[in-house]
């Protein structure tokens, strides 16, 4: 699988992520020669354990996750952070899960937008929003490069590319930059060629971040 | 061995044969609810793959291992594919005592046979069918849900709060053939672990007696022309061994020593 970075928009100090900025990145891609090609969609899950004694219920992992990515359509991720776990399963493990009755969803946030092809790149830019409601939460990309599975390999020419990105939104003076962190996938035992599994934990790490930065943002207001 | 029977809440021994005997047969009888080869794909197109969900018939009986070559004679025969190897590691998960509305377990059964490296699926057996129709059926129909995970899932549900039950190694073959629906038949040894995982240092749970599966995915459409079918193929096999729904048990078949000393004199049975 070509490797990919995962990367959120962290807005600057007083500003949120909205429809107009989600926009304007959309049109620097465009700018880029970017070319449309399809609407992408990814899903994530927060479990909460079901417990009979509300007291225990700090035995459980409280960073469960269950994951959709748009590249595996009958696949299921699941991810606990802080204990580095990452499974990968078939997409009828939900049905399964939900027979255990053990566990039950706290909170679902979707991951959707446009994609974009720019050469050996794919771009996919997106809105996050919580599955009952369109109140945007953050603004994610993803950027491809299909030539390369090798993650260290790739890492220079994914660096050159999203400077090319971040100095044609600079242009726009958007309120905020994409931020990218990686992962250390070793420690979730996995190896330097990208996979799916790989995805799913940018999109848990994405998550971690996107809710830091909205609880910042809660307590600048405050 | 009484640890391993009372883990699984054993509690009705028949007086047949002895009673390790008896405990022998009941143990595996009440255990094999839990085992099918798990890595079977059985194809109700995209719905099913996705719900990952349906119904199987299933009766299982027991014989001698003196007999095991002869049945395998007899089923090359009437199936008319080569067996398949089978070296099973099979982990009871069940939910911590705060988790969860009542108590959940589920298998995770480990493909040892795979290469480059050992195949994991999660096995959920929901409840048996139940209603006049479903009873009046010489054959199981029970739900079952089943998902491949990978290589983390026990370190997963660790961390979920399920623990570890029991955990068997069943060594043996498979026959896995078409004829009015799709059906497997396996033969294993049941083997328990002395040691947590230790899959080269098991022993058998009852030396000297097999297991025997049949099984068939089902819809709730077809489950009893599946159900019809199975029963019509177990026919075959009677003179090695009974078969019945899982629970009730019917011991080995007297006349099982006869027919295999037949079968291997003959090498082989009828072919469909």
Same mark, same amino acid.
């Given at each position: 699988m070509p490797t990919k970075w995962v990367l959120h928009w962290h807005p600057n100090a007083g500003s949120t992520a909205n429809s107009q900025i989600l926009n304007d990145i959309s049109q620097c891609i465009e700018s880029i020669n970017g070319v449309r090609d399809g609407r992408w969609k990814a899903v994530v899950t927060f479990y909460k354990p079901i417990v009979r004694d509300q007291a225990m219920v700090a035995e459980f992992p409280r960073d469960f996750l269950g994951i959709s990515i748009p590249d595996e359509?009958?696949?299921y991720y699941f991810v606990v952070r802080g204990q580095r776990i990452i499974?990968?399963?078939?997409?009828?493990?939900?049905?399964?899960?939900?027979?255990?009755?053990?566990?039950?969803?706290?909170?679902m946030l979707n991951f959707e937008g446009l994609q974009y092809r720019l050469g050996d790149f794919r771009v996919r830019v997106g809105k996050v929003f919580p599955s009952h409601s369109e109140s945007m939460r953050g603004i994610v990309m993803e950027v491809e490069y299909l030539p390369i599975s090798s993650i260290e390999q790739s890492k220079q020419i994914m660096k050159e590319f999203l400077?090319?990105?971040q100095e044609t939104l600079s242009n726009k003076s958007l309120p905020g930059q994409f931020t990218?962190?990686?992962?250390?996938?070793?420690?979730?035992?996995?190896?330097?060629?990208?996979?799916?599994?790989?995805a799913a934990i940018q999109y848990s790490t994405v998550m971690a971040q996107l809710i830091a930065s909205s609880q910042l943002a809660q307590a600048g207001r405050n | 061995m009484k640890l391993i029977l009372n883990s699984i809440g054993l509690d009705d021994w028949k007086k047949n044969s002895g009673e390790l005997g008896c405990c022998s047969i009941v143990f595996l009888l009440r $255990?094999?609810?839990?085992?099918? @080869?798990s890595f079977?794909?059985?194809d109700y197109g995209m719905a099913s793959r996705v719900e990952g969900t349906f119904h199987e018939c299933v009766v299982q009986g027991i014989i001698q291992t003196e007999h095991v070559e002869a049945l395998e004679i007899l089923l090359q025969g009437l199936c008319g594919v080569n067996k398949e190897r089978l070296r099973i590691h099979e982990l009871c998960l069940k939910s911590s005592p705060n988790l969860g509305n009542g108590t959940s377990e589920f298998r995770l059964i480990c493909d040892l046979e795979q290469l480059?490296?050992?195949?994991?699926?999660? @096995?959920?057996?929901?409840?048996? &069918? @139940?209603? +006049?129709? +479903?009873e009046q059926l010489a054959v199981l129909v029970r739900s079952v849900g089943e998902s491949k995970v990978s290589k983390q899932a026990l370190r997963l549900f660790n961390a979920l709060g399920y623990r570890l039950d029991h955990e068997l190694l069943r060594v043996g073959f498979s026959f896995n053939f078409q004829r009015?629906?799709?059906?497997?038949?396996?033969?294993?040894?049941? $083997?328990? &672990?002395?040691?947590?995982?230790?899959?080269?240092?098991?022993?058998?749970?009852?030396?000297?007696?097999q297991l025997v599966e049949v099984t068939a995915p089902a819809s709730a459409d077809n489950y009893t022309e599946v159900a019809a079918a199975v029963c019509s193929f177990c026919e075959y096999l009677a003179p090695l061994l009974h078969l019945s729904k899982p629970g009730v048990s019917t011991g080995v078949v007297p006349t099982a020593a006869s027919a295999a000393a037949s079968f291997m004199s003959d090498g082989g049975g009828t072919t469909l």
């Open positions: 359509p009958y696949k499974v990968e399963a078939d997409v009828s493990i939900q049905a399964i899960m939900d027979k255990l009755q053990s566990y039950k969803l706290r909170v400077e090319i990105v990218h962190t990686e992962p250390n996938f070793a420690e979730y035992g996995l190896s330097d060629q990208y996979t799916s599994q790989h | $255990n094999a609810i839990l085992f099918r @080869r079977r794909v059985f480059p490296e050992p195949t994991w699926t999660l @096995r959920h057996i929901g409840g048996a &069918m @139940r209603g +006049a129709g +479903a009015g629906a799709q059906i497997t038949v396996t033969v294993s040894s049941v $083997n328990k &672990m002395l040691k947590l995982h230790a899959v080269d240092e098991a022993v058998p749970v009852t030396p000297g007696l």
